[in-house]
């Protein structure tokens, strides 16, 4: 079972995932986040995968298809406390890191 929670804070979406990212399950990244990232034209969007326990194939291309929309969008993506278990699988998705969600905000300042 997935959870996604979200929170759209000065100007950053936030998506904080809990659970296992699977193939069964990503359909909430796909058919959910996506549209709305292309609807509002997110520019800046922060996975946090520190309750994210496990991920397959298809979750990771979940992930990178929303890197796409964000960089259609001219914005950036950042990924932050990333769990041990997941540490290596994620490693193919290729988003820039940050500490934490605090951290985000210099996205902003930034741009």
Same mark, same amino acid.
């Given at each position: 079972m997935l959870k996604? $929670? #979200? !929170? %759209?804070?000065?100007?950053?979406l936030f998506v904080r995932l809990k659970g296992k990212l699977f193939r069964k399950n990503c359909y909430k990244i796909n058919n959910y986040l996506s549209p709305v990232l292309k609807k509002h034209k997110i &520019? /800046?969007?922060? /996975? @946090? %995968? #520190?309750s994210l326990e496990d991920i $397959?194939?298809?979750?990771?291309?979940?992930?990178? @298809?929303?890197? /796409? *929309?964000i &960089? @259609? @969008?001219?914005?950036k993506i950042r990924m932050c406390k990333i769990n041990q278990n997941i540490k !290596?699988?994620?490693?193919k998705v290729r988003l820039a890191r940050i500490a934490d969600e605090k951290s985000a905000f210099?996205? *902003? !300042?930034?741009?």
């Open positions: 996604m $929670d #979200l !929170e %759209f804070k000065s100007g950053i &520019k /800046y969007l922060v /996975y @946090n %995968f #520190l $397959d194939p298809s979750g990771i291309d979940a992930i990178i @298809n929303t890197k /796409y *929309i &960089k @259609n @969008n001219k914005g !290596e699988k994620i490693k210099e996205l *902003i !300042e930034v741009a």
